[in-house]
T-cell receptor
Framework: GQSLEQPSEVTAVEGAIVQINCTYQ??????LSWYQQHDGGAPTFLSY????GLEETGRFSSFLSRSDSYGYLLLQELQMKDSASYFC????????????FGAGTQVVVTP | DAGVTQSPTHLIKTRGQQVTLRCSPK?????VSWYQQALGQGPQFIFQ???????QRGNFPDRFSGHQFPNYSSELNVNALLLGDSALYLC????????????FGAGTRLSVL
């Protein structure tokens, strides 16, 4: 089948670095996206990787390796406001515009 | 510049009833997608509208239908509500061409009793 796997929860202290892995099984996709969602809020776009390699946006970085069917989101200098759910998602080539999401990773930042 | 807006924010219905949810896309966006998000899960794609037509559909029954208006706003209709339809319904807008980013609204929380 076609699926995205990510850890269910990660806990870290303020100032730490957290890496959220996403492994996927899909026949073809345009790119790997990451979204952040606070409780009761809208998913918010964080990062997009169309090509292999690292994309850096401030404290957040995202990586994609198509040959390994793997990507990750790196959160640096963690802040309390980073406590949220993080979703990886792919836009598949067989369904333009449809985003397929993973189940999400709950990041808990402690003082 | 207003983002994606959805209404209502919360809704309570009983089994068998019908519901209509509304979405206004981000200014300049021409494509609207709808997602269902159960508690603790990722959003699940329902369908996508572009040029007032349904272009893509996920694994949802025909009880789920939609519409897109000339101003790009959209409605999601669910008939014969089931308890399992209780979820957060998210609308996302994007550009048809080159639209790698989808912008989400805050959603409508539907509770079916």
């Amino acid at each position: 089948g076609q699926s995205l796997e990510q850890p269910s929860e990660v806990t870290a202290v303020e100032g730490a670095i957290v890496q959220i892995n996403c492994t996927y099984q899909t026949s073809g996709f345009y790119g790997l996206s990451w979204y952040q969602q606070h409780d009761g809020g809208a998913p918010t776009f964080l990062s997009y990787n169309a090509l292999d390699g690292l994309e850096e946006t401030g404290r957040f970085s995202s990586f994609l390796s198509r040959s390994d069917s793997y990507g990750y989101l790196l959160l640096q200098e963690l802040q309390m406001k980073d406590s949220a759910s993080y979703f990886c998602a792919v836009r598949r080539t067989d369904s333009w515009g449809k985003l397929q999401f993973g189940a999400g990773t709950q990041v808990v930042v402690t003082p | 510049d207003a983002g994606v807006t959805q209404s209502p924010t919360h809704l309570i219905k009983t089994r068998g009833q019908q519901v209509t949810l509304r979405c206004s896309p981000k200014s300049g966006h021409d494509t609207v997608s709808w997602y269902q998000q159960a508690l603790g899960q990722g959003p699940q794609f329902i369908f996508q509208y572009y040029e007032e037509e349904e272009r893509q559909r996920g694994n949802f029954p025909d009880r789920f239908s939609g519409h897109q208006f000339p101003n790009y706003s959209s409605e999601l209709n669910v008939n014969a509500l089931l308890l399992g339809d209780s979820a957060l319904y998210l609308c996302a807008s994007s550009l048809r061409v080159g639209g790698n980013i989808q912008y989400f609204g805050a959603g409508t929380r539907l509770s079916v009793l």
